[in-house]
T-cell receptor, first 116, second 113 residues
Framework: NAGVMQNPRHLVRRRGQEARLRCSPM?????VYWYRQLPEEGLKFMVY????????ESGMPKERFSAEFPKEGPSILRIQQVVRGDSAAYFC??????????????FGPGTRLTVL | AQSVTQLDSQVPVFEEAPVELRCNYS??????LFWYVQYPNQGLQLLLK??????LVKGINGFEAEFNKSQTSFHLRKPSVHISDTAEYFC???????????FGQGTRLTINP
């Protein structure tokens, strides 16, 4: 059973460009979470999605950031007009359909975004 | 709101020595507690979790943690560490009724031969 897949693993963008980060959950998982890890910091929750629904986006910056998890295909975290402060590692996690807070979240290897 | 404090940002120990990584949390509601490990340039892997029941929880790779409700702590321990335990360790909580993990700042464990 393949784990959580994220691509690309490394992404370099210039200020003002758009970044698209993709996450394919583990097979059979229907819950996806995005977290951001700034240098020398712990992970911070950004958004929680189920298929075609955003359940909790309390950690998403109000501007430039958006996320989706369509019926078919991977979850996408989109950052428009990137700035240097967006440079970070972005991790995706998934959990099974039971959807309880006690469920283990399985993490992908992350996408390391560098903004020049 | 919840918060997690990992009291040590770095912990150096010698191989085969015991280690304790400290974690305290703050929450107005009941929480579930987790420890994750992050090896260099990799994602996070679950070491163990406490949901209910016995306060001593055993995890993978010989790690264990003890939940202390009165002290709101969830310290991670291993009796004898190995070079391969070198990694960053994160304590996290999930409030019951919510889905998101709230992480501490992490503790970098370095094992010296």
């Amino acid at each position: 059973n393949a784990g959580v897949m994220q691509n690309p693993r490394h992404l370099v963008r210039r200020r003002g460009q758009e970044a698209r980060l993709r996450c394919s959950p583990m097979k059979g998982h229907s819950h996806v979470y995005w977290y951001r890890q700034l240098p020398e910091e712990g992970l911070k929750f950004m958004v929680y999605l189920q298929k075609e629904n955003i359940i909790d986006e309390s950690g998403m910056p109000k501007e430039r950031f958006s996320a989706e998890f369509p019926k078919e295909g991977p979850s996408i975290l989109r950052i428009q007009q990137v700035v240097r402060g967006d440079s970070a590692a972005y991790f995706c996690a998934s959990s099974p359909p039971s959807g309880g807070p006690a469920d283990t979240q399985y993490f992908g290897p992350g996408t390391r975004l560098t903004v020049l | 709101a919840q918060s997690v404090t990992q009291l040590d940002s770095q912990v150096p120990v010698f191989e085969e020595a015991p280690v304790e990584l400290r974690c305290n949390y703050s929450s107005s509601v009941s929480v579930y507690l987790f420890w994750y490990v992050q090896y260099p340039n990799q994602g996070l892997q679950l070491l163990l979790k406490y949901l209910s029941g016995s306060t001593l929880v055993k995890g993978i790779n010989g790690f264990e943690a003890e939940f202390n409700k009165s002290q709101t702590s969830f310290h991670l321990r291993k009796p004898s560490v190995h070079i391969s335990d070198t990694a960053e360790y994160f304590c996290a909580v999930t409030p019951q009724g919510a889905q998101k993990l709230v992480f501490g700042q992490g503790t970098r464990l370095t094992i010296n031969p």
